[in-house]
């Protein structure tokens, strides 16, 4: 089955850029999109296909995918980007929808 | 506005059966594929089950198959989960969540704020 590999926690001070990888299998072929998740809430969509964002995140919110690394910025982090974030594909192949296991961004 | 809300989320006995729900508003229901994801205790998201806009072709997790039914009405904009042999590690909130119209790699760009299901003696 296809797996998603994300770092546990990413530690930024406000105002730096945050990096967030995620990592599979030719990951570049695939469609990537980001969740952010705050404590008690529902995830919400922050990056689709790879790099557009929906109406209403901000442009600081950025993506990339290229190879076996899909990678999600936020620049000029700010204490209310702090929350989980999530990359998700659908794998062709088996019919599967695959989440990695989420990264902690910690503002210092 | 679109939205979604589930409901049915209980505590219930190992090898237990629970249905879920969740209603759909402000948006074309049938247009969309429709999803339960989950998020146990501490843990990350898990993906459920899925059904076609008709409401065939459903898929499941291997985690939950043979157990779990997904299902829809959509005279009624509302989508079921019916879960049969609970397990323990079934504990987890359960979200609904839309994915579409155009394809199915499409971004789950609308999720319900989740209904927790506790299996536990």
């Known amino acids: 089955s296809y797996v998603l590999t994300q770092p546990p926690s990413v530690s930024v001070a406000p105002g730096q850029t945050a990096r967030i990888a995620c990592g599979g299998n030719n990951i570049g072929d695939k469609s990537v999109h980001w969740y952010q998740q705050k404590p008690g809430q529902a995830p919400m969509l922050v990056v689709y296909d790879d790099s557009d964002r929906p109406s209403g995140i901000p442009e600081r919110f950025s993506g990339s995918n290229s190879g076996n690394t899909a990678t999600l910025a936020i620049s000029r982090v700010e204490a209310a980007d702090e929350a989980d974030y999530y990359c998700?594909?659908?794998?062709?192949?088996?019919?599967?929808?695959?989440f990695g296991a989420g990264t902690k961004v910690t503002v210092l | 506005e679109a939205q979604l809300v589930e409901s049915g989320g209980d505590l219930v006995l190992p090898g237990g059966s629970l249905r879920l729900s969740c209603a759909a508003s402000?948006?074309?229901?049938?247009?969309?594929?429709m999803y339960w994801v989950r998020q146990g205790p501490g843990k990350g998201l898990e993906w459920v089950s899925r059904v076609h806009r008709d409401g065939n072709r459903p898929t499941y997790a291997d985690s939950v198959k043979g157990r779990f039914t997904i299902s829809r009405d959509n005279a009624k904009n509302t989508l079921y989960l019916q879960m049969n042999s609970l397990r323990v590690e079934d504990t987890a909130v359960y979200y609904c969540?839309?994915?579409?119209?155009?394809?199915?790699?499409?971004?789950?760009?609308?999720w319900g704020r989740g209904t927790m299901v506790t299996v536990s003696s």
């Open positions: 969540a839309r994915v579409g119209p155009a394809a199915l790699d499409d971004p789950f760009d609308l």
């Open positions: 402000g948006f074309t229901f049938t247009s969309y594929w």
């Open positions: 998700q594909v659908w794998d062709s192949s088996s019919d599967v929808y695959v």
